[in-house]
């Protein structure tokens, strides 16, 4: 059977479309793409939590073309009143503050973290739960970056305290060249990685187990 999917043409055309995140509770799905430099929101009504086939778009949405032009990633906090962009063009991750949970139009700018003395071409960002470590994943180099923030969910305060690079270098096992996308399990014990090299051999999605949650 077909899995669930969810129609984004409307919002960015194909091949824009780059990030996404789904709410905890599963009702809300956000979207980012470069057509817009915008992020969308979709939800999910409470009785079918989880399914993307299931989400609509609310008209909530917000555009950063004048900090970022290629938006790649977004991660939003565990309460909804922050939000966070991996920008390409700055080589950088966006931090915004949210006056009303979840709703990205009421997003205001707050700092961005210059990441490009560890990550080529940011493509996604996520945190721990309690927003201690950032994690970074890089297209050009294939590096996933993890820093600790001596205050919690402020990237101002990020400190690289870990890095793998999966294009055969620390790893030895994996190797891929183009990684697009990366999420872990709830638990923080698994990792999986989207490889979207440009080449069609290998192409798909590595999981990998951790020894701890969210250790590299």
């Known amino acids: 059977p077909a899995l669930p999917t969810l129609n984004v043409v409307d919002q960015e055309l194909p091949g824009n479309p780059k990030g996404i995140y789904v709410s905890p509770d599963n009702t809300k ?26 989400a609509t778009w609310t008209g909530i949405t917000t555009s950063f ?34 006056s ?5 139009s009421t997003a205001v700018y707050s700092q961005s973290f210059d990441v490009s003395t560890d990550i080529t071409d940011p493509q996604e960002v996520r945190f721990s739960p309690d927003g201690v470590y950032m994690f970074v994943l ?9 820093y600790k923030l001596s205050t919690p969910w402020d990237v101002s305060t990020a ?8 294009n055969g270098g620390n790893t030895g096992r994996i190797s891929f060249s183009h990684p697009t996308g990366f999420d872990f399990s709830a638990d923080g014990k698994t990792l999986v990685i989207c490889d979207g090299r440009q080449y069609f051999d290998n192409c798909g999605y590595w ?3 951790l020894l701890k949650p969210y250790s590299l």
């Open 100 to 104: 009303v949970a979840w709703d990205v």
């Open 138 to 146: 890089g297209y050009s180099n294939a590096y996933l970056c993890k």
């Open 65 to 98: 073309t004048a900090l970022d032009s290629e938006p790649t990633g977004i991660f939003m906090k565990t309460d909804g009143l922050k939000m966070y962009i991996s920008g390409d063009a700055a080589n950088a991750i966006h931090e915004f503050d949210l």
């Open 29 to 54: 799905v956000f979207m980012v793409g470069t057509g817009g430099d915008a992020v969308y929101r979709y939800d999910i009504p409470e009785k079918y939590a989880g399914r993307l086939d299931k």
């Open 207 to 209: 999981i990998i187990k």
């Open 159 to 166: 400190v690289r305290e870990d890095n793998v690079r999966f």
